[in-house]
Nanobody
Framework: VQLVESGGGSVQAGGSLRLSCAASGYYSSFCMGWFRQTPGKEREGVATIDSVGSTSYADFVKGRFTISRDNAKNILYLQMNSLKPEDTAMYYC????????????WGQGTQVTVS
């Protein structure tokens, strides 16, 4: 599975961005997730979605971010609304076979900056 993120950029606080992650390979049967990392901090999970569309979110994005997937187009999305400066980070999409614990496929990341 190869993953390529896009959609990052700079936005003012309160604004919105939609990240996309184009996947190749056996996409529809995989569990997918969005993660983020800032310099000097550990990577943290943002949102996940399984192969049937069940989602989970970190508390700090609940009610603001929405993860979704289009299995026909092999694209994973992260709609980010009401962005805060603390959302500034490099955002990564990741994939795994759902019975595995760890994500083993990662994209190169897309930068989100909120000012």
């Amino acid at each position: 599975v190869q993953l390529v993120e896009s959609g990052g950029g700079s936005v003012q606080a309160g604004g919105s961005l939609r990240l996309s992650c184009a996947a190749s390979g056996y996409y529809s049967s995989f569990c997918m997730g969005w993660f983020r990392q800032t310099p000097g901090k550990e990577r943290e999970g943002v949102a996940t979605i399984d192969s049937v569309g069940s989602t989970s979110y970190a508390d700090f994005v609940k009610g603001r971010f929405t993860i979704s997937r289009d299995n026909a187009k092999n694209i994973l999305y992260l709609q980010m609304n009401s962005l805060k400066p603390e959302d500034t980070a490099m955002y990564y999409c990741a994939a795994k076979k759902c019975w595995l614990e760890d994500y083993n496929y990662w994209g190169q990341g897309t930068q989100v900056t909120v000012s």
